[in-house]
């Protein structure tokens, strides 16, 4: 068991065992992908520098990470828990905050119990006052507390969700979190990590050029006979070289070339060579490595005619197109070669000189074929989509480029680190790319985003993107990510693509729409419903309807809403990400609500001075429960739809169906023998007629007032 202070001795295939300081190393090379996420591994060795992201710092090793190649010595600084690591662990194990889509189902849930706590007092009190029957004014108080209840709201969301499910699975999606479907509709903000999401994943070869900046095969075709003769481990670089376009083939080493000697590659050196004899028993020694090492080893360059010595202008061009390509964000390699006919069985590191420079050759993991395509859609959708990477900034911001993903700033982890949270949420909206980042930063990056009102979707694949999954609104992942990300995540492409992401976006928008619509039919009915009542409690002699009767039209308006989720969503609603807004929601309630009061305090005219219903409770009662059921049912088509219902919009099917079915029992219930038990009688002939000229008034009232407030409040 180690402790701190303990002295370790590293080599090449271990795992480091804690966080560690290195005492003294040799060509130590650490592979902290796991930590950063980038699959190059790093450097570490003895240096006295301040830094501000601890996974910068050359000097320091953590646990998670294994040693590719080198050795070392170090002594142990942190181990289990309070290791780098072991704080990961305590990120991702704890209780998950709440998201949008929970944040906004309880502000809705408190809102309609208030309503219930403010109204059915009420309705009880006048009743009772007014009746002087305080048993049936509580019986008709608890009816009317139970019609103002969303009860259909747990099974419409549910139902609409699943069916989000199966959809968004049929387009390659998994959701693992039902929740997360009206949260990936609400995001704003996609935060993405780069490698392997917008990235291929992997080193691809992308130039070979000449000392002139010109593309050039015989660059390509030294360094490819370079890759494929050594014999010691192939790093990315020399597989990227060895996949490039059919190279093998078109070159046909095995007929020209004779592999004679290798030197092997070392940390020191910074590069390695092989020995080949070609057709005109020339042995060519090709040498391949870091740009600075190998122009300190070269007296000549290679031009069309010939070889010229390495005076004049030249070294500039040639350093300033290395440094170019760094500068856009190639990892970057320098070729050369040496032509003797001095025949020798054996060459050594001595034998690296005088080289002829050939060219360049520079890598990149390129961005996907789609990512380009998925950063167009999301901005046409109104998503933001930001950046997050532990590459550095120029590989971050070439990639950009690659994409046409605009770079209006770029924040790296070192200044993150010196930013309070504060400071953090005022940058963090106007950055595009955050750059060597830490998994820590990530996590903070996607709180600072939700502390301004943001949903925030996060995709990652690796243990480091871990945190940041878990704190996003919805966390994103790949089937091939590793187990940790899997698991913490909501939302499993199986397809590595943001088109797929892209398409589950919009069903998620789908989605929410037809919850929505669930909440404004049901919260701004009742809320009508409820001045109805206290009103006719007031006027009327009786029970303006009974008890059951009212559980009985709630039941069945209730019933009519139950195919809400077959129903499709206006394409003009799913342009822009949608959030639960409690504000946008009362102002619908207190704008529509109303409405169906107007209509029913017309009803009550037409049943007590029409029909004389003052001395005939049960007529009065079964009028305003068919035309309260017709109404409501009714409206359900205005409501479900920012357009003209019927003609420019028509409902799904099963809701259509489903509101001609419930109409129609309705009218069959209060017609036939079974109305007596609920209290019914049948209607006079010139109701109906009166009640067909009552829906198109209701239904040209409402679809006014819907117009008027989508212009003046809908965003």
């Not at 209730?558 to 990400?577: F, G, L, R, Y």
């Not at 357009?643 to 099917?653: D, H, L, R, V």
Request: hydrophobic letters at 45%; one cysteine or more; aromatic letters at 10%.
């Amino acid at each position: 068991m180690l402790v701190s202070g303990d002295i370790i001795h590293l080599s090449s295939g271990d795992m480091i065992p804690a966080d560690v300081q290195i005492i003294s190393s040799k060509d130590l090379f650490i592979n902290q992908s796991a930590l950063t996420g980038e699959s190059l591994p790093v450097e570490k060795l003895l240096m006295k520098k301040e830094y501000k992201n601890p996974l910068e710092n050359p000097n320091l090793c953590f646990m998670g990470s294994n040693v590719e190649s080198g050795t070392a010595i170090a002594v142990v600084t942190k181990t289990g828990d309070k290791t780098y690591f072991g704080q990961l662990s305590s990120k991702i194990t704890g209780e998950r905050a709440m998201t949008s889509f929970d944040k906004g189902v309880n502000k809705f849930t408190w809102l309609m119990i208030k309503f219930i706590f403010v109204l059915a007092p009420i309705v009880f009190l006048i009743n009772g006052f007014v009746k002087g029957d305080w048993w049936e004014a509580f019986l008709f108080a608890i009816a009317v507390a139970v019609g103002l209840t969303p009860e259909m709201l747990p099974m419409i969301v549910t139902v609409n969700l699943s069916k989000g499910a199966l959809t968004m699975s049929k387009r390659k999606v998994i959701v693992k979190k039902l929740n997360a479907i009206q949260n990936f509709g609400a995001m704003d903000i996609l935060c993405t990590d780069k490698t392997g999401t917008i990235t291929c994943g992997k080193v691809v070869l992308q130039k070979h050029l000449n000392v002139h900046g010109i593309e050039s095969e015989r660059v390509l075709k030294y360094g490819y006979i370079n890759s494929f003769y050594q014999t010691g481990l192939k790093n990315l670089m020399d597989l990227a070289i060895l996949n490039y376009k059919d190279t093998r083939e078109e070159f046909h080493i095995y007929d020209k070339y004779e592999k004679i000697d290798e030197i092997p590659f070392d940390f020191m050196r910074k590069r390695m060579s092989v020995v080949v004899r070609n057709k005109r028993m020339e042995d060519v020694l090709i040498c391949k490595g870091a740009v600075e090492e190998v122009l300190n080893l070269c007296n000549k360059y290679e031009t069309k005619h010939g070889t010229e010595p390495f005076v004049g202008n030249i070294t500039e061009q040639v350093n300033t197109i290395a440094t170019k390509l760094n500068e856009e964000g190639y990892r970057v390699i320098a070729v050369a070669y040496n032509n003797t006919k001095n025949y020798k069985k054996e060459y050594s590191v001595e034998d690296e000189n005088k080289l002829t420079l050939l060219g360049f050759i520079a890598f990149l993991d390129p961005p996907k074929e789609t990512s380009k395509e998925a950063i167009e859609k999301f901005h046409k959708h109104n998503i933001d989509v930001k950046i997050l990477t532990g590459d550095n900034d120029k590989v971050a911001k070439k990639i950009c480029e690659e994409i046409n993903l605009s770079v209006t700033s770029i924040l790296l982890g070192s200044d993150i680190e010196e930013m309070s949270d504060t400071q953090l949420r005022a940058a963090a909206e106007s950055t595009t790319v955050f750059a060597k980042l830490s998994p820590l930063h990530k996590e903070r990056i996607i709180k600072a985003l939700q502390s301004k009102n943001h949903v925030v979707g996060f995709m990652g694949d690796g243990i480091n993107d871990a945190p940041a999954l878990k704190s996003a609104d919805v966390g994103i992942s790949v089937d091939t990510a590793v187990d940790i990300a899997k698991e913490t995540s909501d939302v499993i492409l199986l397809e590595n693509s943001l088109l797929v992401l892209e398409e589950g976006v919009l069903e998620g928008r789908r989605v929410f729409g037809n919850i929505i619509k669930y909440i404004k039919m049901t919260a701004s009915s009742n809320f009508g419903n409820m001045f109805s009542v206290i009103g006719a409690s007031i006027f009327v002699p009786f029970l303006p309807m009974l008890p059951i009767q009212l559980l009985t039209n709630n039941l069945l308006y209730d019933i009519s809403q139950t195919t809400i989720p077959t129903d499709s969503v206006d394409e003009e609603w799913i342009e822009k990400p949608r959030k639960w807004s409690l504000k946008e929601i009362k102002k619908f309630i207190i704008c529509i609500g109303p409405i169906s009061s107007i209509f029913d305090y017309t009803t009550y005219f037409i049943m007590l001075f029409i029909f004389h219903a003052w001395s005939n409770s049960a007529l009065f009662q079964t009028g305003w429960f068919l035309e309260s059921l017709f109404t409501q049912t009714v409206i359900i088509h205005v409501i479900r739809t920012n357009k003209i219902p019927f003609i420019q919009s028509t409902a799904s099917k099963p809701l259509m169906i489903t509101s001609v079915i419930i109409v129609g029992f309705g009218t069959l219930l209060v017609n036939s023998p079974l109305g007596s038990a609920f209290g019914f009688v049948k209607l006079p002939l010139l109701y109906y007629p009166l009640l067909v000229i009552t829906l198109l008034f209701y239904i040209i009232l409402t679809q006014a007032i819907k117009s008027w407030y989508i212009r003046k409040y809908a965003e």
